[in-house]
């Protein structure tokens, strides 16, 4: 088993449970994080004795977004993207997301704490979302300058309604646990003792018993692909030259024209109406 440094991995009865672990930091994502966590999706595809996962958070926090102790060079390519050549730039958010969809065994999100930004899109592909009654969950990316990562655009919509989607990206704020639930973006609500492990909650029997194939990926089709290849070129337009003006925000959350007249032109983006 691989040794991590920000995540925690373990096995028990069937079941994985991976932790991200950076308490003191309220478990932010870093690029380190990004490639912990490509690396445990592999193991847990590569061992047969693993029937389903689950991910949550240590201390008070699942996740409270990207690291910004870098400033301006957060989003800088460094160790978040993959190299420069142009025709591969690819978000980290983004990279986790695809390779959790592709995962073969259901995997559960136990959202413990605060779940923002990228806390709150790592969760959009998990088969099941559980939360903490103290949860706060935001998908912040309008009030930030940067448009939605993580192929977010892509699954959210699918998850809770492109209305809903719609109204919690446009205004980036953050929402409580009981929103998250009327919403539809969680199944349940439990007190924290309870949700920091989803075996209180779906038993061990249940869960190692599931079929290790995600029932609904057929369902939806075509894969969010092309759309994590479209926000990553927006959110690296953005990262380089630091100080610019920011993008309006109607320009940041939007698959129309006006954005696209900030991509290279190679890149042309989807209309409204597109599924990508």
Known sequence: MTDFTQIRYTVAGGVATVTLHRPEKMNAFTGVMMNELLAVFDEIDADDAVRAVIVTGEGRAFCAGADLSGGAKTFDDGDWSSPTDER??????????????????????????????????????????????????????????????????????????????????????VFDAQEALRGGLVRSLHEPSEASSSLTVLPPSSIAACVPTPCCSPCIRPRPTSSQQNRSWRSFSRSIGAGRPRIPTNAVTRDCACATRRMPSTKRCATVGSRT
């Open 88 to 173: 591969t730039r690819r978000d980290g958010g983004g990279r986790v997301t695809l390779r959790i969809f592709d995962c073969k065994k259901p995997v559960i999100a136990a959202i413990n704490g605060a779940a923002v930004g990228v806390g709150a899109t790592m969760t959009l592909p998990m088969d099941v979302r559980l939360a903490s009654t103290s949860a706060r969950i935001g998908f912040v990316f309008s009030r930030r300058g940067i448009v939605p990562e993580a192929c977010s655009s892509w699954f959210l919509p699918r998850a809770v309604g492109i209305s809903q989607a719609a109204e919690w990206v446009y205004s980036g704020r």
